[in-house]
């Protein structure tokens, strides 16, 4: 079974492509929604977290998830140790996940599939990317965060012209009607790479 990454920087409309996919009729698997589920799933991870974190980690089995921000987002190193814990979790849930789908390939799409050396796993790669002024206006509008804070949160992530360099594919998501066009186009690539 041939695996792809899907990803992107905030607001390039990574999930929008993963659905537009997934109306061709391939599986896609959302990392971040499943690693929140993983997570907050009584067992050793949820322990794991625990430790890390502390008991404020967590409020009944749900993700305290302003207390965890505000705990790793200034510390590095912990934000670093909290992935060891996850990212792990995620990849065997993935390839189970996985094992079990009947289609041509299947997509894993992901926030930080370059950053965290992910994209090594996968057969092929897809970036998606969109004007950082497009990207903008829409977390404005999906969010309510402020341009300031938006813009602060795009500086900790990876240029596109440094993900470009690692993608087999990227699509440019500036409006639906060429984007449809591009994912049919990189499907049927893919499709004749698994043939």
Known sequence: MMTVGLTGGMG???????????????????????????????????????????EEAYVGNKLNRSFIAGKVFDDKALLDRLNKLVHPAVKRDFRRWAAVQDAPYVIQEAAI?????????????????????????????????????????????????????LAHFTIFNKNLESTRETVKEVHAKLLQTTG
């Open 12 to 54: 390039s409309g990574k999930t929008t492509v993963a659905r537009l996919f997934a109306a061709q009729g391939i599986p896609v698997y959302d990392s971040d929604s499943m690693a929140r589920k993983l997570m907050e799933t009584p067992g050793k991870l949820m322990t794991g977290i625990t430790e890390l974190l502390g």
């Open 113 to 165: 599939l370059f950053e965290n050396g992910s994209y090594k796993e996968h057969d092929k790669t897809i970036l998606v990317t969109a004007p950082e002024e497009v990207r903008v206006a829409r977390i404005l509008k999906r969010d309510g965060s402020s341009e300031t804070e938006i813009r602060a949160r795009m500086e900790h992530q990876w240029k596109d012209s440094r993900k470009e360099a």
